[in-house]
């Protein structure tokens, strides 16, 4: 299974920070078996949804944006992936966020979205994590196991 990683954040863009929560991902995924691919975007509308995009075209079944979750003003992952989604999955985003919780009170203010998004290629798993290695690794926590049973209900698994 296919999966990208988009880290998206002006500093990593710019090259003033150093990306410490996309490798995580990347690594996490590759473990649990994908072909992952990352890339890197700037806190801006129009690059995170033509990442998502391009991630689609190329064949990734996920796709997990890490970053721009907060309540800043720069934060708009979240409702840049609302406006590709076909349906959410809410209790993916409660459980990570639910998670994130134990470790940090500062989850309380994350707005994680999992879902789907659908069109002239096979549908996709799309979800906005929170950037920090931390989160990643709840994100990844919640879905890791399920991935192949994601996919495969996408595909019709278990639909006559």
Do not use: K, N, W
């Not at 806190?43 to 796709?63: F, K, S, Y």
């Not at 069109?119 to 994100?139: Q, T």
Request: hydrophobic fraction near 45%; charge should be negative; aromatic fraction near 2%.
């Amino acid at each position: 299974m296919r999966a990208r990683v988009i880290t998206v954040s002006d500093e990593i863009a710019a090259g003033t920070d150093t990306d410490r929560g996309g490798p995580v991902a990347v690594s996490l995924l590759h473990d649990l078996g994908c072909e992952v691919s990352s890339a890197v975007v700037p806190d801006d509308a129009a690059a995170l949804e033509a990442a998502i995009r391009d991630a689609i075209t190329d064949g990734a079944r996920v796709v997990l944006a890490c970053g721009g979750t907060g309540i800043g003003p720069h934060d708009l992952t979240p409702q840049t992936i609302r406006g590709l989604l076909a349906f959410e999955i809410p209790g993916i985003a409660e459980e990570i966020r639910r998670r994130g919780l134990e470790h940090t009170a500062a989850a309380l203010v994350s707005r994680e979205v999992a879902g789907v998004v659908t069109g002239d290629h096979p549908p996709a798993l799309v979800l906005a994590v929170p950037g920090s290695r931390g989160g990643i690794r709840d994100a990844l926590g919640v879905i890791g196991d399920q991935l192949s049973y994601i996919v495969g209900q996408l595909d019709g698994a278990g639909h006559a």
